[in-house]
């Protein structure tokens, strides 16, 4: 078995994840209220199986290494997208937040100061706005 997975790329990131969701997609298809073989979820389920041996088997290490780091990538800047809205969220009662008109930059201001002027910190566009 070592000798036939030499030069093979294996398992990676991508790899797992694509495991599990296959692992998601099977457990749900047997509670379908259908015939499991004829389940949406079960044909996905075995589709992504496939792709995930196909990777797996795969001689073409930099290819599913390009792959593999665009999903890290992927997932890395939904991670903190996902940090900014809880930490958002958190500071709701106390700041608003704001888009910059030109740049889109977000901006925090403090409520309850009636109307003022903001001044975006990355472009210095200055636009007034109720706090």
Known sequence: MQRFMSGRYGADELGRTLSAVVLGCLVVSMFSPLLSVLSVFYWIGIVLLIYSCFRMLSKNTSKRYEENQK?????????????????????????????????????????????????????????????
Not at 74 to 82: D, F, I, S
């Open 71 to 131: 999903f890290v990538n992927w997932r890395y800047r939904m991670t903190v997208k996902q940090n900014q809205s809880k930490k958002q969220f958190a500071q709701r009662k106390d700041y608003r937040f704001y888009k910059c008109p030109q740049c889109s930059q977000k901006v925090r201001v403090p409520r309850g100061k009636g109307k003022i002027c903001i001044t975006c910190p990355k472009c210095r566009a200055e636009f007034v706005k109720k706090s």
